[in-house]
């Protein structure tokens, strides 16, 4: 369906990588070859619904804190018989890797040997938002318990009431959101990756 109706999300990856090399013969044995680099891959994902217009103070619903709770469209969910599909439903998130490595080797041609010794040290890190703007967006789950018969003895009566029109007449079964005491979560790596090569030429043929 429509805005807001749908379950919108917009994707807009990014990435950035930067290469710089240098090789240095310090004779014709010795050669010398050092790299940098950086990368990073930007994961961003947008809730769709979540402008002014769709907004859930835009339809009287107050109180929320900042964020999607308050500045998206609503997930309305439905459970039952004759269930439609839900509205909305997407959570926005951030996800940034970054990547900074070290590169160097020296290949050394000895008589019949030409060696390679090295290392490689990476700096790697990983930033994660699960819920962009610190909330997520308030999810209304209504059920057919608010439009159910009811017996005598003040039990409900079975296979009866609609979660739909317990949503028009504003009797949802709960209302929820999430609010992270924690927006964001890090993780940081430094391996570390020595290396020794030796490649023999014991004759002409072998």
Excluded: C
């Amino acid at each position: 369906g429509p805005q807001p109706y749908n379950y919108g999300q917009a994707y807009a990856p990014k990435t950035y990588v930067g290469v710089i090399e240098e090789t240095h013969a310090f004779s014709p044995q010795i050669i010398n070859q050092f790299n940098a680099g950086f990368a990073r891959y930007a994961s961003l994902d947008y809730n769709a619904n979540q402008t002014p217009q769709y907004a859930a103070t835009a339809y009287g619903y107050n109180g929320a804190p900042a964020g999607q709770a308050a500045g998206s469209f609503p997930n309305v969910k439905f459970s039952g018989v004759d269930a439609p599909t839900a509205f909305a439903g997407y959570n926005a998130v951030v996800g940034i890797a970054n990547s900074y490595e070290l590169l160097d080797n020296v290949q050394w041609t000895l008589g019949k040997h030409s060696l390679t010794i090295g290392g490689m040290i990476s700096w790697l890190g990983y930033n994660y938002t699960s819920a962009a703007g610190g909330s997520t967006p308030v999810t209304i789950s209504n059920s057919v318990t608010e439009t159910a018969g009811i017996q005598k003895t003040g039990s409900l009566t079975s296979s009866t009431g609609v979660a739909y029109a317990s949503f028009l007449l504003g009797q949802p079964d709960n209302v929820s959101f999430t609010q992270n005491l924690i927006a964001s979560t890090h993780a940081q790596f430094r391996p570390m990756s020595p290396y020794v090569q030796d490649t023999w030429r014991v004759s002409d043929k072998l």
